[in-house]
């Protein structure tokens, strides 16, 4: 599976932004789909998540009430649609894919596939 995510850019806070995220080399109807971000100097976080049947997607509690992670499994894409941003959430985001068994969905560890991530900044 390649990932590909796109939508990345400069934004002033309290701007939004939709990122894409469109797989290839299988289908991703059956596969939770998940996006990741990593600040400067930081380590790799959990953003959003959204299982295959697309319901009961859930989020790290940093971005609830301002992130909504949706899919589309006809045009193979997840998207994150980022609201009411802040220059914390200024990152490289990452779309993940195919999860390993015994492992918590916001782990690093836990997913096959990784995308090249797109940049997102925020400015004060």
């Known amino acids: 599976v390649q990932l590909q995510a796109s939508g990345g850019g400069l934004v002033q806070a309290g701007d939004s932004l939709r990122l894409s995220c469109v797989a290839s080399?299988?289908?991703?109807?059956?596969?939770?789909m998940a996006w990741f971000r990593q600040a400067p100097g930081k380590e790799r976080e959990f953003v959003a998540a959204?299982?295959?049947?697309?319901?009961?997607?859930f989020y790290t509690d940093s971005v609830k009430g301002r992130f909504a992670i949706s899919r589309d499994n006809a045009k193979n894409t997840v998207y994150l649609r980022m609201n009411s941003l802040k220059p914390e959430d200024t990152a490289v985001y990452f779309c993940?894919?195919?999860?390993?068994?015994?492992?918590?969905?916001?782990?690093?560890?836990?997913?096959?596939?990784w995308g090249v991530g797109t940049l997102v900044t925020v400015s004060s």
């Open positions: 993940a894919t195919d999860t390993k068994r015994n492992r918590p969905l916001y782990s690093v560890s836990a997913y096959y596939y």
């Open positions: 080399g299988r289908t991703i109807s059956s596969y939770l």
């Open positions: 959204v299982p295959w049947t697309a319901t009961s997607p």
